[in-house]
């Protein structure tokens, strides 16, 4: 069966291809009974929008390009679906591009995506230096929002959790519950992120123990680390990981019971993220959860506003969303101490 065009639907609806057009495109307003007799016989055609023409004749594509750092870390499928649901209730399609932590690759990927003609960029950068004149060069061109992690000032709108608000939850529990000789695991480099949550780290950890902020041991964001991390750090005897996320708390967690090392008697763990693996943990890991969900809407909106207004010059926004403490078993008060009890505890940062 051929396609049915929009000369179909108006001829089936008695009205003109302008008018049909401005109905299905929602472009300008038309009157009550026209807009339904044209949508009837849309309906009753089958007729389906051709998006390739209607690029060619708007120059606009209807996608947005969404570069990633890497998609192996849980914390970004789940961010992920909720920008696919937000964008597609706006009528926009997400092209993805998985970088793996390479600026080299994230350049190229970048290119490759302006090259098919999105009308938008989303960018979790993955690195704060090395991804910043690729970032700033694309966002010359097309409307472009960083999220979950940033390239410096003046390079573009972005979103992001507050990471110091988030450090700084964990510390006062564990402050709370009687931890003093606590250890920061985070990761190295220059990802905003992991840089926000050492230095909120460092700049909170003083008030339990004066020598708290020079414990520190950075590898990456991975299981792995996590395990090995635990090694640099067991002689000192800490009676908490603060992990940079729960990837490595996860592999704390694991190396710490091959160790004999009871979790929270012993030692507390918290991570960062509240991935679906720190809930199912045993124990439970004690985080800080981020809303995926707003990120994904703020990003959006911020999109959306650029896009409503193409070369307008507007200030660049920078939106920091509020984190939640999530209090699991895997740093619960040892006996004798008072402190936040409970598993599951959601406790917001206002």
Known sequence: ??????????????????????????????????????????????????????????????????????????????????????????????????????????????????????????????????????????????????????????????????????????LDHLAATGRRRVCFLGADGTASAAAERRTAYAAGSGALDAAAPERVALGDFSVEWGRAAVDLVWDARPDALVCANDLIAVGALQRLQQLGADVPGDVAVTGFDDIPMAALSAPGITTVRQPVAELAAEATQLLNRRLASPGAEGPQRAIRLAPELVVRESSAPRAGERGLEGASTAVAVS
């Open 1 to 170: 069966m051929a396609d049915v065009t929009l000369r179909d639907v108006a001829r089936a609806s008695g009205c003109s291809v302008a008018t049909v057009s401005r109905v299905l495109a929602g472009t300008r307003p038309v009157g009550a009974e026209t807009a339904r007799r044209v949508r009837e016989a849309a309906e009753r055609l089958g007729y389906r929008p051709n998006h390739a023409a209607r690029a060619l004749r708007s120059r606009a594509t209807g996608t947005v390009g969404l570069v990633l750092p890497q998609i192996t870390n849980p914390f970004y499928p789940a961010l992920v679906r909720e920008l696919t649901h937000a964008l597609h209730a706006e009528g926009r399609a997400v092209l993805l591009a998985d970088c793996d932590d390479d600026p080299v690759a994230e350049a190229e990927y970048i290119d490759d995506l302006l090259s098919r003609r999105v009308d938008a960029l989303l960018v979790i950068p993955a690195d704060e230096r090395r991804s910043r004149d690729a970032v700033a060069a694309a966002a010359a061109r097309v409307p472009l929002v960083l999220m979950d992690r940033g390239c410096g000032p003046g390079i573009a709108d972005s979103v992001a959790v507050d990471n110091s608000a988030g450090m700084a939850l964990v």
